[in-house]
Nanobody, 121 residues
Framework: QVQLVESGGGLVQPGGSLRLSCAAS????????MGWYRQAPGKQRDLVAS???????NYADSVKGRFTISRDNAENTAYLQMNSLKPEDTAVYYC???????????????WGQGTQVTVSS
């Protein structure tokens, strides 16, 4: 079993900051890409940022320069530092991890339960 546990969401004023965490636990042989997605009401789930095991990052255009993704490979944890938050950043944020549970098995995607981020005055 693999679990992804997110934390750090909440209510923040426009221009404020939040830091999300995602800890992966359970049977993990190799943790590949970790990413953050978000889904606003009535919209599809979109990629916000991702990071490979060697630290290569990718960001949605809407968050470039404001959000920073990082990871601690020793702790199987990914972080999303969100600065200069805007009302349009309001969404449920989901952690995703592509990982292999055993040697010889193919990699699969796993999702966290989601954490609400609300940006409002």
């Amino acid at each position: 079993q693999v679990q992804l546990v997110e934390s750090g969401g909440g209510l923040v004023q426009p221009g404020g900051s939040l830091r999300l965490s995602c800890a992966a636990s359970g049977r993990i042989f190799r943790l590949n890409v970790m990413g953050w997605y978000r889904q606003a009401p009535g919209k599809q789930r979109d990629l916000v940022a991702s990071i490979t095991s060697d630290g290569s990052t990718n960001y949605a255009d809407s968050v470039k320069g404001r959000f920073t993704i990082s990871r601690d490979n020793a702790e199987n944890t990914a972080y999303l530092q969100m600065n200069s938050l805007k009302p349009e950043d309001t969404a449920v944020y989901y952690c995703n991890a592509n990982l292999r549970t055993e040697i010889g098995r193919s990699s699969n995607n796993y999702w966290g339960q989601g954490t609400q981020v609300t940006v409002s005055s």
